[in-house]
């Protein structure tokens, strides 16, 4: 029985026998005083011993729960899952540790028309599907959102066994430098840095793949990934962008330190094995956020733009191998008007010097690229490319050493209003290349030089985790 209760009967009990306690005899008034003496009692210990109910009980144990909790190494001390803008998550509750999974599928269908191309005197067809890209991987951070990684692995329509891409760590050191920036260092192997087009990430791209000037020219002509350490300005307020990398020059993903070591390549389903002699690689870049957000220059369909964006940039890499020394080049401009115009300009360009061979001893490069894309509706937006390749007139290829790309189509952005953006999309375009073209597997482009016309036509389901 409770203090409380006792104390109500007990007192009831006295209010009942005083009622009638004067007519009683004196031992009835004894236990009377005794009783009221016992209330007394009661009413002090109630003074300082307080009540506690349920409630109270149950704050006191979770309050221990929590401190024990908390005192505890190596014990989680809570966690959520989840999905935000980036995908799905697994993530700490104080937000240092975030996993996110990256799943990633592009199946494209494709018709390509060559004039002449069958025997030299009749035009060739050739029609089919593939799978052109299909990769899995993770990123996140760990023990701070200062510490970031990311891993992927490939499998591309030229392969046949994944392969990695991307595998790499980036520490943020410093923060507010020279204002707003923040100072990082990345190590490992992903993107050379040089390129706008080429590190976009392959599911923000406008057309169905990237263009015939970044794959004879700019990123792919690269390597497109590289093993190095970076060393960046950034900050997302801050307007200046910066980095400085030094890597083992072009074309050096998946190997190991050597500077001349064989190196395997897939195209077509036949293997081909080369010596790669490139000693060293030093690329820059910088951009400059004009207005705009920096998180939607990483997407050049705008689907996900929150303002309007204008970022000039432009970048060099330079590379010294046994036998040549090459400079790659260039200058681009990305402007979006959000949710109605997506714009992307770039000059490209490279200096080649060549030493133990015969012929000329060195070449030079150029080309441009121009691609728009105009949203008719949230969900559709109609998408439109030219780029140019003008090749050193010593070094043409298959007698041609101007080649163009014309090109024109549509993104269909699945979900209300195109609410899925780049992460489901379907992308359908025509490429006319008036001159013909130097094979080119990835982009679906067939040898066809001679300045014969080839038309290609894509069609490209997209889903991204």
Do not use: C
């Not at 035009?123 to 990684?149: H, N, Q, V, W």
């Not at 705009?292 to 970048?315: H, N």
């Not at 080049?329 to 010097?353: E, H, I, P, S």
């Amino acid at each position: 029985m409770s203090v409380q209760r006792t104390f109500f009967i007990l007192a009831a009990t006295v209010m009942a026998v005083q009622a009638g306690a004067q007519a009683e005899p004196p031992d009835l008034r004894q236990k009377v005083e005794a009783l009221e003496a016992e209330v007394r009692e009661l009413r002090e210990q109630r003074a300082i011993t307080p009540v506690y109910s349920v409630r109270d009980v149950d704050a006191v144990i979770a309050a221990v729960q929590a401190d024990a909790s908390a005192r505890t190494p190596g014990l989680s001390r809570g966690g959520s899952a989840g999905h935000d803008e980036k995908g799905f998550f697994i993530k700490s509750d104080d937000g240092n540790f975030a996993l996110y999974p990256d799943l990633f599928v592009q199946f494209r269908g494709v018709a390509n028309y060559r004039e002449d191309g069958k025997r030299g005197d009749s035009s060739s067809t050739e029609s089919g599907f593939e799978m052109r890209r299909a990769k899995i991987g993770f990123y996140g951070t760990a023990f701070s959102p200062d510490l970031t990684f990311r891993f992927l692995w490939q499998d591309t329509v030229t392969g046949g066994a994944l392969a990695l891409q991307y595998g790499y760590a980036q520490y943020t050191f410093a923060h507010n430098v020279a204002g707003n920036g923040d100072l990082a260092i990345r190590a490992g192997q992903f993107k050379n840095i040089v390129f706008k087009e080429e590190f976009t990430p392959d599911r923000a791209q406008l057309m169905v793949e990237r263009s015939l000037a970044n794959a004879l020219l700019g990123g792919a002509a690269l390597g497109s990934e590289t093993q190095g350490v970076d060393l960046l300005f950034i900050g997302a307020e801050n307007p200046l962008h910066a980095e400085l990398l030094i890597d083992d020059g072009i074309r050096s993903s998946n190997t190991d330190f050597r500077d001349n070591q064989p190196v395997t390549t897939v195209v077509g389903g036949v293997s081909t094995t080369t010596n790669v002699a490139t000693n060293f690689g030093v690329a820059g870049r910088v951009d400059y956020k004009v207005f705009g957000k920096w998180k939607d220059a990483d997407d050049l369909t705008g689907t996900a733009g929150r303002e309007d964006l204008l970022v000039i940039g432009g970048g060099v890499d330079f590379s010294q191998g046994d036998n040549n020394s090459t400079v790659h080049y260039t200058v681009d401009a990305q402007y979006q008007l959000r949710r109605k115009l997506v714009l992307l300009a770039a000059l490209y360009g490279n200096q080649v010097d060549l030493r133990n061979t015969s012929g000329p001893s060195n070449r030079s490069d150029w080309g441009v690229q121009v691609e728009a894309g105009y949203f008719i509706t949230p969900a559709l937006q109609a998408i439109a490319r030219y780029s140019l390749v003008k090749f050193d007139s010593s070094f043409k290829t298959g007698g041609e050493d101007t080649f163009h790309e014309i090109s024109g189509g549509l993104n269909w952005f699945f979900g209300k209003d195109g609410e899925f953006g780049n992460r489901a999309k379907l992308t359908i375009d025509v490429n006319y290349l008036p001159n013909g073209s130097p094979a080119q597997p990835g982009l679906d482009y067939l040898a066809n030089p001679n300045k014969k016309d080839e038309v290609v036509v894509r069609t490209q389901l997209q889903f991204s985790l």
